[in-house]
């Protein structure tokens, strides 16, 4: 039975599991980071760890290089997945770092859910030390970022709730103020995304006509939102709330014109996995050509 479970452990499809999460978020992680370190010059004011140090001193050429360097170096290790208690700990200090510097800056970007991610993670492994069981291992650094994901959805839609009650959806008209306002004050790298004017008007009249239709959809953007805790209790809920969560952000888009790249990619990535999907269905390709060719 030992075997079993080992072979289950060492199985392709855990490892492509696994793979197919780490790989595209370190690269995701390292494109961010790398972008967000190179613009930056001076900080306006003082956010998150930069309350505690001089974030300015990081501004500078040489600092910029050493930030980095230790971005690449520990995006290398996340991936070789070696040394993972200090890697992933080194990754949520240099994503709480870097993302503090860019809301400094004056941009906010929502990037905690990163953060947290490679904390829940650092924790799972650090749990790994305590309890060498790998089997919990494999579930834990998949799972517990899933846990902060759903967390972050929840508290976002219970923040409505709270702020806005019932009239959130129920007032659907009141979207058309929302539209107006990113329309004209959506702020990005510094630069105004002003929507064309037909555009603009059609959005409005859709709201202003089919007010009943968009009231439909703000309950149901909330209920995703406050049931997407339901995704953590197995991978098909996973799945399932994914698929609805990434339809959310997609109608947000059409609507506002904003997309907030650290939740989406995270979700998608922990949530969906796309890119297992595409390689369980390769693999069920392959073996239903060997099932037809075998009984040739």
Request: with cysteine; proline share 2%.
């Amino acid at each position: 039975m030992l075997n079993n479970v080992q072979n289950e452990l060492n199985s392709p499809r855990l490892k492509a599991e696994w793979l197919s999460i780490k790989l595209p978020f370190a690269l995701f992680w390292l494109l961010f980071c790398s972008r967000i370190v190179i613009q930056l010059t001076s900080l306006h004011s003082n956010k998150g760890l930069c309350n505690l140090i001089e974030c300015n001193l990081l501004t500078g050429a040489v600092a910029k290089y050493v930030l980095l360097f230790f971005i690449l170096l520990f995006s290398v290790l996340y991936v070789l997945e070696k040394s993972m208690l200090i890697t992933t700990f080194m990754l949520f200090a240099l994503s709480f770092l870097v993302f503090s510097m860019h809301e400094s800056f004056g941009i906010s970007s929502r990037t905690g859910v990163i953060t947290f991610v490679f904390l829940a993670q650092f924790i799972a492994y650090w749990l790994f030390t305590r309890n060498k069981n790998q089997k919990k291992l494999q579930h834990n650094r998949i799972f517990m970022p899933v846990q902060v994901i759903v967390t972050s959805y929840t508290l976002s839609g219970l923040s409505k709730v709270m702020t806005s009650g019932t009239s959130w959806f129920a007032e659907s008209e009141k979207m058309v103020l929302q539209i107006l306002k990113s329309n004209q004050m959506q702020l990005l790298d510094g630069h105004l995304l002003l929507q064309p004017t037909e555009l603009l008007s059609d959005k409005i009249n859709f709201i202003l006509e089919y007010s009943v239709i968009v009231f439909i959809l703000l309950l149901l953007a909330l209920i995703i939102e406050l049931t997407s805790f339901i995704g953590m209790l197995n991978k098909k809920l996973r799945l399932l709330w994914g698929v609805m969560l990434l339809l959310l952000h997609v109608g947000i888009y059409m609507l506002f014109e904003i997309a907030i790249g650290s939740f989406i990619v995270t979700m998608i990535l922990f949530m969906i996995n796309p890119f297992f999907i595409i390689y369980t269905s390769f693999q069920s390709l392959n073996r239903s050509k060997d099932a037809v060719n075998s009984s040739i």
